[in-house]
């Protein structure tokens, strides 16, 4: 059974910061590659943040120089670090797992962290 558990959302006023974590289980983590996407209410979910297998990450312009994406194979986890927060990142965020392997392709998803930025 794949799990996707992200942790780490809650409230936050503008400015501050949260490290969201996504643990893993039932999937060979190493060999994925790991997104974050984010979900407001009445729109469809967008991705934040993306980082390979071979740890190039990639930025939505909206969060670059303020999130880090970055992933630990020894503890099956993929983490967003979110600086400077606006009330605009505000969203359920999501964990993500990808990979294409023999002609398949793997997709998992978590169940969301609730991310709110208010003061």
């Known amino acids: 059974q794949v799990i996707l558990k992200e942790s780490g959302g809650g409230l936050v006023q503008p400015g501050g910061s949260l490290k969201l974590s996504c643990t893993t289980s039932?999937?060979?983590?190493?060999?994925?590659?790991m997104y974050w996407y984010r979900r407001t209410p009445g729109k469809q979910r967008d991705l934040v943040a993306v980082?390979?297998?071979?740890?190039?990450?990639n930025y939505v312009d909206s969060v670059k120089g303020r999130f880090t994406i970055a992933r630990d194979n020894a503890k099956n986890t993929v983490y967003l670090q979110m600086n400077s927060l606006k009330p605009e990142d505000t969203a359920i965020y999501y964990c993500?797992?990808?990979?294409?392997?023999?002609?398949?392709?793997?997709?998992?998803w978590g169940q969301g962290t609730q991310v709110t930025v208010s003061s």
């Open positions: 993500n797992a990808q990979k294409s392997a023999r002609q398949k392709w793997y997709d998992y």
């Open positions: 039932g999937i060979d983590f190493s060999t994925f590659d």
């Open positions: 980082i390979t297998t071979t740890d190039t990450t």
